[in-house]
Protein backbone atom coordinates (compact mmCIF):
# COMPACT_ATOMS: atom_id res chain seq x y z
CA UNK A 1 0.00 0.00 0.00
CA UNK A 2 2.87 2.70 0.80
CA UNK A 3 4.62 1.68 -2.44
CA UNK A 4 1.33 2.78 -4.35
CA UNK A 5 1.24 5.79 -2.10
CA UNK A 6 5.03 6.71 -2.94
CA UNK A 7 4.45 5.82 -6.74
CA UNK A 8 1.49 8.31 -6.46
CA UNK A 9 3.28 11.06 -5.33
CA UNK A 10 5.96 10.38 -7.50
CA UNK A 11 3.73 11.08 -10.60
CA UNK A 12 2.29 13.32 -8.54
CA UNK A 13 5.80 15.39 -8.33
CA UNK A 14 6.40 14.83 -12.22
CA UNK A 15 3.27 16.48 -13.56
CA UNK A 16 4.09 19.32 -11.02
CA UNK A 17 7.53 19.72 -12.79
CA UNK A 18 6.21 19.51 -15.82
CA UNK A 19 3.29 22.27 -15.27
CA UNK A 20 6.15 24.75 -13.94
CA UNK A 21 8.11 23.85 -17.39
CA UNK A 22 5.67 24.60 -19.71
CA UNK A 23 4.85 27.77 -18.31
CA UNK A 24 8.03 28.95 -17.65
CA UNK A 25 8.36 28.10 -21.40
CA UNK A 26 5.00 30.34 -22.28
CA UNK A 27 6.42 33.37 -20.15
CA UNK A 28 10.01 32.98 -21.94
CA UNK A 29 7.77 33.23 -25.50
CA UNK A 30 5.51 36.00 -24.68
CA UNK A 31 7.60 39.34 -24.83
CA UNK A 32 5.05 42.09 -24.81
CA UNK A 33 7.74 44.32 -26.91
CA UNK A 34 7.19 41.80 -29.86
CA UNK A 35 3.47 41.47 -29.29
CA UNK A 36 2.08 44.89 -28.60
CA UNK A 37 2.78 48.51 -30.31
CA UNK A 38 5.71 49.81 -28.60
CA UNK A 39 7.39 52.84 -29.50
CA UNK A 40 11.08 52.92 -29.80
CA UNK A 41 12.77 55.81 -29.72
CA UNK A 42 16.08 57.03 -28.91
CA UNK A 43 16.51 59.99 -26.08
CA UNK A 44 19.81 61.59 -25.56
CA UNK A 45 22.12 58.61 -25.00
CA UNK A 46 19.71 56.09 -24.01
CA UNK A 47 17.31 53.99 -26.14
CA UNK A 48 13.57 54.06 -25.16
CA UNK A 49 11.08 51.33 -24.99
CA UNK A 50 7.65 52.53 -23.76
CA UNK A 51 3.83 51.97 -24.48
CA UNK A 52 1.04 53.42 -22.69
CA UNK A 53 -2.26 55.75 -23.62
CA UNK A 54 -3.25 56.42 -20.54
CA UNK A 55 -3.29 60.45 -19.35
CA UNK A 56 -1.35 59.30 -16.38
CA UNK A 57 2.19 59.09 -17.71
CA UNK A 58 2.79 56.77 -14.62
CA UNK A 59 0.70 54.23 -15.19
CA UNK A 60 2.56 53.75 -18.88
CA UNK A 61 5.53 51.16 -18.95
CA UNK A 62 8.46 52.95 -20.10
CA UNK A 63 12.06 51.69 -19.78
CA UNK A 64 15.41 52.64 -20.72
CA UNK A 65 18.77 50.83 -22.41
CA UNK A 66 21.99 51.44 -23.81
CA UNK A 67 20.34 50.08 -26.91
CA UNK A 68 17.24 49.10 -28.84
CA UNK A 69 17.59 45.31 -27.45
CA UNK A 70 18.40 46.32 -23.97
CA UNK A 71 15.31 48.86 -23.52
CA UNK A 72 13.05 46.12 -24.77
CA UNK A 73 14.67 43.60 -22.39
CA UNK A 74 13.67 45.80 -19.64
CA UNK A 75 10.67 46.76 -20.83
CA UNK A 76 9.61 42.89 -20.84
CA UNK A 77 10.86 42.94 -16.87
CA UNK A 78 8.90 45.96 -15.88
CA UNK A 79 5.72 44.88 -17.85
CA UNK A 80 5.88 40.96 -16.43
CA UNK A 81 6.36 42.51 -12.97
CA UNK A 82 9.70 41.18 -12.13
CA UNK A 83 10.91 45.04 -12.39
CA UNK A 84 14.39 43.78 -13.39
CA UNK A 85 16.36 46.73 -14.62
CA UNK A 86 20.17 46.07 -15.66
CA UNK A 87 22.64 47.89 -13.10
CA UNK A 88 23.82 50.63 -14.77
CA UNK A 89 20.13 51.92 -14.83
CA UNK A 90 19.77 51.99 -11.16
CA UNK A 91 23.30 53.36 -11.07
CA UNK A 92 22.29 56.56 -13.20
CA UNK A 93 19.28 56.80 -10.95
CA UNK A 94 21.41 57.00 -7.60
CA UNK A 95 23.67 59.47 -9.48
CA UNK A 96 20.69 62.25 -10.29
CA UNK A 97 19.67 61.89 -6.64
CA UNK A 98 22.97 64.04 -5.65
Known sequence: MSQMRQLKI???RAEAEAA??????QKMF???SRYFPVNVFRDGDKWVCSFGFHPDPLLNVIAYGDCPAQACLNFDALWSGSGMLLE?????????EY
Do not use: A, H
Request: glycine share 0%; no cysteine; hydrophobic share 30%.
Open 10 to 12: RQL
Open 20 to 25: EIKLLT
Open 30 to 32: FLP
Open 88 to 96: EEEEDDEEE
